[in-house]
């Protein structure tokens, strides 16, 4: 949504609180292990018939997780990883990280640093293509990518040629920059990347979080108040004539 077209307008923009973060937390962890135990392959493999040679996986006990963005997501993934024995890394140029059991480096030292690196900020102009080349050039040859924020995010060419050049070791997506915030399906494909369609928030406890919020904002709209999601309530002109 244009918010500033929209309070140019006079239109009020609400939005629900984030009661998807436990959610997209817990499959931030899932594709961590998935990633690093090879369990797609193996378990499609396994299905099929099919005897491979096992691969060793990496464990999350003891390796180093740096987390991007201090946001309500971002400090949940950081101590369900501080709660797995990862060393948590973290990011964030405008947040001062207040959990004594992070390390607050600069994100190029976490980027070297981390087998594992998870991208949650905010998508802005700022954030567009935010893990690029050098960025993807700067992490270990055995570290994961872990994308379950935006697509705008991440660099999808510069991923797809730091895999095929072994620069990291593969990469865990939820979102990408394919219709409705999909992973792209040239990545998608790839036997180092798993892949799920955008599924993140998709959990009962989620979706009925957010539906009831916005019930209790149609419920304050119609009782002539402010919704507590309003962004934009002071340019909100329509909907001050229309409670006057």
């Not at 001062?96 to 390390?103: G, I, L, T």
């Not at 640093?113 to 050098?134: H, K, M, W």
């Not at 050049?165 to 998608?188: C, K, N, T, W």
């Not at 036997?191 to 209790?216: W, Y």
Request: aromatic residues 4%.
């Amino acid at each position: 949504i244009d918010h500033e077209a929209a309070s140019r307008a006079g239109v009020l923009v609400c939005q629900a609180s984030r009661a998807w973060v436990a959610t997209v937390a817990e499959l931030v962890i899932g594709h961590m292990i998935a990633i690093a135990r090879d369990i797609a392959r193996s378990d499609a493999a396994y299905k099929s018939g099919v005897r491979q040679t096992p691969r060793v996986g990496t464990q999350l006990f003891g390796a180093t997780a740096g987390v991007i963005g201090l946001g309500p997501l971002g400090r949940r993934v950081a101590d369900l990883c501080h709660a797995l024995g990862m060393t948590v890394l973290v990011t964030d140029p405008y947040v001062q990280a207040d959990n004594p059991e992070w390390r607050q480096v600069a994100l190029e030292d976490l980027l070297r640093q981390s087998d594992f690196v998870v991208p949650l900020a905010v998508a802005t102009d700022e954030t567009e293509n935010l893990i690029d080349a050098r960025a993807l050039s700067l992490m270990k040859e055995t570290a994961y990518l872990i994308n379950l924020s935006r697509g705008n995010l991440v660099d999808e060419r510069a991923l797809a040629d730091a895999l095929d050049a072994r620069q990291i070791a593969g990469a865990a997506l939820d979102v990408g920059r394919a219709a409705d915030q999909m992973p792209s399906p040239e990545l998608a494909r790839r036997q180092d990347v798993i892949a799920t369609p955008h599924v993140g928030g998709l959990t009962p406890q989620a979706i009925e979080g957010q539906a009831l919020e916005i019930v209790t904002q149609l419920s304050e709209l119609f009782q002539g108040k402010i919704p507590r999601g309003a962004v934009n309530a002071a340019s909100a002109t329509r909907l001050q004539r229309s409670i006057a």
